[in-house]
């Protein structure tokens, strides 16, 4: 009867009488209630007896009470095992004594309990354990003296099988990592495959990282996913830990993915941590750039719009076109990614001269992003017919790239698929010197709104059509889907025809891109008419699906 809960002497929290001196720290009183028989075996709610309260306060002398209390009585009784049963009573948490005082670091309470048998290695509920619990709250003296003591270093704790240097390293207790890199397996790994120097890269624990590595543990260490520490330093934006594993042999091509061959570098360039991309870029090996089953880093900056760093990529020569990544990212290049989102990335790669496929031009008309194409006839410049049949360079592109013969053909493919939203895209081809003829096909002119079909037709001579095409405008007035200007019923008159021909002998490209047309010996006023600045472009209608992705 006397061990059970005195249920009517207890506060409410359900403590004893002796548990609440124990806890106030009051050895006298303590002695009183020992004197009067009161029980010092009691359990709380929580299963904790008096000696978990004296364990967890602190209190030396208390606890030093209550072991003579159990050991006066133990040794009437003849036997010691009463005695190690009290010491490592456990609390419904699966907490001994010593646990409870080794959390908080009372070293001399921990030494008293040890004396008496505690059992050093005793495990939670949760897999802790007194020097794993020592080590968490960074009671360096505790660690010391329990490692000193035997205590077992190498077990795993917690659901994710950390060691006790794990935690120190996790939490940054550099002393403890230095007392325990002595006794310690340094490689150890949790339950995926991640060592104490993993964890020092991945958390920015730069002084425990050159513990570690002085200490001789692996810099290139690979957890089961294959991400190395200079990997997972490079994602967090650790720069010390980054440049201190690169000083130390870490290796910065080692693959670090099992789905595709991921690099420091890629993790730098998605995270945007400049310094650390601009440290990796001088020593990974170009061919992440452009090789065939490789990724260019520009993919994960461009995606993430880190503006910085697709300049410096582009400014150390890394390609705006990198290499195909569909089998990997489902990207053909970098640029691909505008099919998603027209960004400032994107604006980058196309000064840069990042080869323009169909699908760049079909988001370009398509999804209504009205400064792309602007942006891309800024930079790019449409040469005449003859430099592809002639396999020249135009002489007078001003520094701009020019687009290949295939650019230009995906241009027409997505320009003539999207004639009937022209009003939007036209105005700007023409004055970027696109050459008419091009778009004068059937299904343009089957397409076209009339004010689009008015337009393009004052760029050509009108009454040279092929026999085909005047029949399509022919069944056009003839349905009332197009109203032509009253003089495409006319033969061109005389100042249109030789602005034609001044257009055709210059070509479209300088005619409307440079200011050739003023340096020819023709009045100023003419000027204007030579560039076709007179006739009014179509109106640009609203339009409903704007946000539809190009496939």
Not at 62 to 85: D, H, P, T
Not at 173 to 183: D, F, K, Q, T
Not at 485 to 510: A, E, T
């Amino acid at each position: 009867m006397e061990q059970r809960m005195h249920f009517t002497e207890c506060y409410p929290d359900t403590v004893s009488s002796v548990a609440a001196a124990v806890r106030s720290g009051s050895r006298k009183q303590l002695r009183r209630l020992i004197k009067r028989g009161r029980s010092v075996e009691c359990r709380d709610n929580r299963g904790w007896s008096a000696l978990h309260e004296a364990a967890a306060a602190g209190s030396t002398e208390c606890v030093q009470e209550l072991l003579s209390a159990v050991g006066g009585k133990i040794k009437k009784a003849g036997s010691s095992r009463g005695s190690r049963a009290y010491v490592n009573s456990l609390t419904h948490e699966g907490e001994s004594a010593c646990h409870l005082a080794a959390q908080r670091g009372h070293l001399a309470v921990v030494q008293l309990l040890l004396e008496a048998h505690a059992n050093i290695d005793q495990l939670t509920n949760d897999l802790s354990c007194p020097l794993y619990a020592a080590v968490d709250g960074g009671h360096k003296e505790v660690v010391e003296l329990l490692v000193c003591e035997g205590a077992e270093v190498n077990r795993t704790h917690t659901a994710s099988c950390w060691t006790c240097l794990h935690q120190a390293v996790y939490k940054g207790h550099s002393e403890i990592v230095r007392i325990l890199i002595n006794v310690c397996n340094l490689e150890a790994v949790d339950d995926h495959r991640i060592t104490p120097l993993f964890l020092a890269a991945q958390y920015g624990q730069q002084e425990c990282l050159e513990i570690l590595v002085n200490a001789g543990a692996n810099v290139n260490t690979q957890a089961a996913d294959l991400a190395t520490p200079l990997l997972i330093a490079s994602q967090e934006g650790h720069q010390a830990c980054v440049d201190f594993l690169l000083d130390h042999g870490a290796d910065p091509n080692k693959a670090c993915s099992l789905d595709w061959p991921q690099l420091p570098i890629h993790a730098a360039a998605e995270f945007g941590h400049i310094g650390i991309l601009r440290r990796l870029i001088a020593v990974t090996d170009r061919k992440c750039d452009r090789g065939d089953g490789m990724v260019s880093p520009l993919y994960m900056t461009v995606k993430n719009n880190h503006i910085k760093c697709v300049e410096l990529l582009l400014k150390e020569g890394y390609s705006p076109d990198a290499q195909d990544c569909t089998h990997i990212l489902g990207l053909s290049s970098p640029l691909s990614l505008s099919n998603r989102t027209y960004s400032e990335s994107v604006r980058l790669l196309i000064e840069a001269g990042a080869t323009l496929s169909e699908d760049n031009w079909m988001h370009a008309f398509i999804t209504g992003e009205r400064d792309m194409l602007p942006h891309i006839l800024e930079h790019r410049w449409i040469p005449r017919q003859e430099v592809y049949t002639m396999g020249f360079s135009s002489p007078h592109n001003h520094g701009k790239i020019e687009l290949t013969q295939f650019e230009l053909r995906d241009l027409l493919c997505a320009v003539l698929s999207q004639a009937q939203f022209a009003a939007s895209w036209l105005p700007l081809l023409m004055k970027a010197g696109l050459e008419p003829s091009l778009l004068m096909q059937s299904r343009m002119l089957e397409e076209s709104k009339g004010d689009v079909l008015n337009y393009l037709l004052e760029f050509v001579n009108w009454s040279t059509l092929s026999s085909s095409l005047k029949h399509i405008l022919d069944q056009r007035r003839a349905e009332k889907t197009w109203e032509p200007c009253p003089r495409f019923d006319n033969i061109p008159p005389l100042s249109h025809i030789c602005r034609l021909q001044v257009r055709s002998v210059l070509g479209p490209d300088l005619v409307m891109r440079t200011n050739v047309v003023e340096q020819l010996p023709v009045p100023s006023p003419l000027h204007d008419f030579l560039k076709f600045r007179d006739i009014p472009e179509p109106p640009v209608q609203t339009r409903h699906h704007l946000d539809v992705d190009v496939v």
